[in-house]
Nanobody, 124 residues
Framework: QVQLAESGGGLVQAGGSLRVSCAAS????????MAWFRQVPGKEREFVAAISWNGGVTDYADSVKGRFTISRDNAQNTVSLQMSGLKPADTAVYYC?????????????????WGKGTLVTVSS
């Protein structure tokens, strides 16, 4: 059974940086693609970034491109999202996702498993 556990959320001032991470268990991590999504109460969950199984391909939402960096460590079964230049609009619960199909994970449909999320709050 796949389990994803996010960590690293918290409160940061606008313009600051924060790193969130997700640890996976119960799965052969290196065979799966990973992604980060975020959700604000009352709004739909939105795609933030994705990384392919070997880290060779990454994709980002236009809203975070140039500010966020997704990375993975297959030896540690972790995926991270380094966020810089944070804005109040980045405030959300951040979820990691795992899937064997890269197109699915980008679209956020048919996701194999989701984490429970970690809250990131950016103050102005």
């Amino acid at each position: 059974q796949v389990q994803l556990a996010e960590s690293g959320g918290g409160l940061v001032q606008a313009g600051g940086s924060l790193r969130v991470s997700c640890a996976a268990s119960g799965v052969t991590f290196s065979r799966y693609h990973m992604a980060w999504f975020r959700q604000v109460p009352g709004k739909e969950r939105e795609f933030v970034a994705a990384i392919s199984w070997n880290g060779g391909v990454t994709d980002y939402a236009d809203s975070v491109k140039g500010r966020f960096t997704i990375s993975r460590d297959n030896a540690q079964n972790t995926v991270s999202l380094q966020m810089s230049g944070l804005k109040p609009a980045d405030t959300a619960v951040y979820y990691c996702a795992i899937d064997s199909n890269y197109s699915e994970i980008i679209a956020g449909v048919g996701i194999d498993s989701w984490g429970k999320g970690t809250l990131v709050t950016v103050s102005s």
